[in-house]
């Protein structure tokens, strides 16, 4: 059987998109907000499921504002939070 070959794609919220997102994220962060916490971590830091359900804090460096994972397919492994959030609202500010 033949298979379907997928092509590669690469698309950004649109700015209504993201407005959308961030009032959903912010209306289920008093019932949910460890899922709330989590889906950002992955926006921001676009770091797989996996890495952060199985995320602990001997990853993280507060002081230095970094997530340093062991074992991950993604080189560097190494995720600075300040910088996204940083990225983030700039682009909420909009």
């Known amino acids: 059987m033949k298979r379907y070959k997928e092509q590669k794609r690469e698309r950004y919220l649109t700015t209504e998109e993201h407005q959308r997102l961030g009032k959903a994220l912010d209306d289920g962060r008093s019932a949910m907000p460890e899922a709330v916490n989590a889906f950002q971590l992955l926006l921001l830091t676009g770091c797989r499921l996996r890495e952060i359900q199985r ?40």
Do not use: N, Q, T
């Open 55 to 94: 995320l602990k804090w001997e990853y993280v460096f507060l002081d230095e504002g970094i997530i340093r994972l062991p074992d991950s397919k993604m080189v560097p492994a190494r995720f600075s939070w300040r910088e996204c959030d940083r990225l983030a609202w700039r682009h909420h500010a909009g």
